[in-house]
């Protein structure tokens, strides 16, 4: 039996164990608690080196001590002629044998974090490191929210660009400033050498957070502009081409990047900006080679609730937010990179399934200030869920938190069960169903969790937990590829590893294979990665293509481009871990002939 058989069938006993985990983190006892350990453990460090008395020994060298020979005499002596016994002596002879006893003994005191019977300074020594440890803890919990509340932020960023409009984020909490002018040319015609004003901002108030939504229209297709605001902010974006179109002016080809999970300073490093987050710089050492049209970010932007949650209030979510913001490396992954987002568990509270009861309404508050404001328009109002069309692409994205049904109320199989509720599901398969405009070969779903069942660990939260409507919305991807010419494809996050896994259509069915819908997860963007594998295919509905489970940093670059002398398109998936590109992958739509079933891919060879 393998090491993975062997995690398998311990499986039942550790999700008990994942979730006791997770009550202690959502109830806020672990850090509390090592700050209370740490006190008993310093009282009985010291009571008990105290307590250690001072030895002689009889050697100036550690070592072992024996017995190596003894005798006795006694003397006598006679006085009125009579015997008297006057003293009796003993010897001892001891040696001694060198040995590292005292140096483990010390190494030993150290690992335990015990007080050295030997030495003071080892003791001191071991105390020392694990007042740093605990140090460390508070370090990590409390520096960033307690000296980093940004309440000073003042930044702009680019939200959702279309063909012929902008969405622009802008925060200023000093009303002195007021009014705020915001601006924008086009930097691709020589002749527009003149600004054009988007917005005057008169009111900022804490209602919002001193936020703005502005909405630049009246925009050209494929054309980079550049904006400005009366507070120093500027930025720098290339409106995408028209649907079914391709990019020309500034790109050969129709690139976006997918990831999801930030947690500033990790890995953590005691000399790192207690902002700073890694994973933004390495990928900003990718962005000018890449030149994306936009991010497509899958949830967890922000760890509400990790390593600890500071409030439940709105001005907690909204801190969140804006340290994340705050971070000396965000400006070099935004000024030219417009942010779209899906919402998560970690921007409310972990595998949230509790839909908008609790704290659901103020996390959400805080999401929509910040996050989806300037996201495409909603697909219904009042939702929050998405779609649009880009060039050769179509775009929906799901929200998997708010209308989930209870992760463990019921079996995966049982039919009630809901990921998405009936509106969202009965609106992705009506997007899934109608004809893509012309010029458009790829439908993207945008899922925050997994559609792969794959994943072994935790398995309930994604996809895995929801099977019966998991097969419908498969079998509405089926049909796109039925149909021939436009691919389906499913991008995800959450579980900080890379996997990509093929849904190939049941044997026997309607479908050909050539509608097989594939999935890229990609995450995390800036966090841990999970130490043991936790992906295995085990059957022939989720076939494993690659898995790459390590790596603090992943993101995924996927570009779009018609095929030459050919009227199918492809798409290239570059996988990017660390810095590095370490895997890449390329799909292609399925071919546009007559025929069902496999006997359509035997028409296309």
Known sequence: MDFFDGFLDQYVMEESLVHSTQLLIKEQLFPPAI??????????????????????????????????????????????????????????????????????S????????????????????????????????????????????????????????????????LREPNTTTLPIFLSYRNTDDARDDGRKSAASIFELSNVTDFTVAITVDGLRPDTRYEYVSSTNHSGAFVTAPAPGHRPGRHRTAFTFLSTSCILPRFPYHPWEHPLGIPGFR????????????????????????????????????????????????WPAVSRQLPWIHVLDDHEIANDWDRNTTGIYSTAIEAWGRYQASVNPPPLRAGTTYYSFTQGPASFFMLDTRRYRSSERAAPADAPEKTMLGAQQLADLLAWLATPAAPGVAWKIVASSVPLTKNWRFNSQDTWAGYLVERRTVLEGMWDVGRGGGVGVVVLSGDRHEFAATSFPPPVGGRWPLSATVHEFSTSPLSQFYLPRKT?????????????????????????????AASDRSLLTFRLFVDGVESWTHTLTTPPPVEGAGRGKDERDG
């Open 106 to 169: 010390k190494l030993l005191a150290l690992l335990a974090g015990l007080p050295s019977p030997t030495s003071t300074t080892w003791s001191l020594l071991t105390a020392a490191i694990n007042i740093g440890l605990a140090a460390v803890v508070a370090d990590v919990v409390y520096r960033g929210p307690s000296l980093y509340a940004s309440h000073d932020l003042s930044f702009a960023r680019t939200g959702y660009v279309s063909d012929t409009s902008a969405r622009i984020l």
């Open 282 to 329: 390495a990928l900003a050492r990718w962005l000018p080679e890449l030149q994306p049209q936009f991010m497509l970010f899958l949830g967890d932007f922000i760890y509400a609730d990790v390593p600890r949650r500071a409030g439940t209030d709105l001005e907690h979510f909204r801190r969140e937010y804006r340290m994340v913001y705050r971070s000396p490396d």
């Open 35 to 104: 700050y209370s350990l740490l006190v008993v453990y310093l009282t009985s460090f010291y009571f008990g080196h105290r307590s250690l008395a001072p030895c002689q020994t009889v050697a100036n060298t550690p070592g072992d001590v024996r017995l190596a020979s003894s005798s006795v005499s006694t003397s006598h002596s006679r006085k009125n002629g009579l015997a008297d016994k006057r003293a009796t002596t003993a010897t001892v002879k001891i040696e001694t044998r060198s040995t590292p006893r005292l140096r483990l």
């Open 535 to 563: 992906y295995k295919q085990l059957d022939e509905e989720d076939v494993m293509i690659k898995y790459l489970p390590r790596g603090n940093s992943k993101f995924g670059a996927i570009t779009i481009e018609s095929q």
